[in-house]
């Protein structure tokens, strides 16, 4: 019961395939109290996920670019809660034409909506919720390895490494309040989001065969654990990090079963 006591506020929850239902799922069995938000289309499918979760959390209406969703949020959980002990930052998007391979193609307009959704975000998010945490609260975002250049991942690549940055910037201005942020970057899994960025299975299948530990795209319960980790008072001393959780595939420079230099050609 790491959690117990806290009051946490996920976002990103869509499915119970959303890693962010996962980590609602676990910080539930770890003592917390949770708050989910969605909004628009997928709003609906949220409060069907929250139904599974118990005891049923509120929903509450974000849409991460809309300045009046983000004071609203403000004001409910103040009404609702009066303080947030911690957050996870699970919302990212960029548009079709910004993945895929489409990297020297993508529109200014494109990248820009992958930085403001998935990285500048997180600022928009801390600074809404800056206000009701105290010292030893925490904020939690999802990243994914943005140290190298992935195939296919291009613009929302560029966004995580944003992402990356902003994480250390707020780690820094929000560290004299007491408030952590640290980010974690897991392998790929098999969520509605991820498998509509085209080529998913080229990343999954490279973990598959390089990471140490082994990887299964279909189990977030050790992301999900982890990020619990991160918002509980056992990390009080942790911030402007990156937990790597991808079974050590960052670590490896290359594939496990290295081929060797080619043979010298018979004279």
């Excluded at 959980?77 to 391979?101: C, K, N, Q, T």
């Excluded at 991160?230 to 990156?242: C, K, M, P, V």
């Excluded at 959780?245 to 290359?254: P, Q, R, S």
């Excluded at 081929?259 to 004279?267: F, R």
């Amino acid at each position: 019961m790491i959690l117990a006591g806290k009051r946490l506020l996920i976002t990103g929850v869509i499915t119970k395939d959303s890693i962010a239902y996962h980590v609602a799922e676990q910080a539930q069995q770890e003592g917390a109290e949770i708050a989910l938000t969605s909004f628009g289309r997928v709003r609906r499918m949220t409060e069907r996920a929250a139904q599974k979760l118990d005891p049923v959390p509120e929903v509450l209406e974000l849409d991460v670019n809309n300045p009046e969703d983000l004071a609203s949020l403000t004001r409910s959980l103040d009404h609702s809660w009066g303080r947030v002990d911690g957050a996870l930052h699970a919302i990212a998007f960029a548009p079709e034409d910004a993945l895929g391979g489409r990297f020297l193609t993508t529109p200014p307009e494109s990248a820009a909506q992958a930085f403001q959704t998935s990285a500048f975000s997180l600022k928009s998010l801390a600074t809404a919720l800056a206000p009701l945490m105290g010292s030893g609260s925490s904020l939690v975002g999802l990243d994914f390895d943005a140290t190298v250049a992935w195939p296919i991942y291009d613009w929302m690549g560029v966004a995580k490494a944003a992402l990356e940055s902003v994480s250390r910037y707020l780690a820094r201005d929000l560290g004299p309040r007491g408030i952590r942020v640290n980010l974690v970057a897991a392998g790929p899994l098999g969520t509605v989001a991820a498998r509509g960025i085209p080529g998913f299975e080229r990343l999954a299948d490279l973990w598959r065969a390089q990471a140490p530990l082994g990887w299964d795209a279909e189990d977030p319960v050790p992301v999900a654990r982890a990020i619990c980790f991160l918002l509980s008072d056992y990390a009080q001393a942790i911030s402007g990090e990156i937990l790597h959780v991808d079974g050590g595939f960052h670590a490896i420079g290359a594939p496990l079963e290295y081929p060797g230099p080619a043979a010298e050609p018979a004279t």
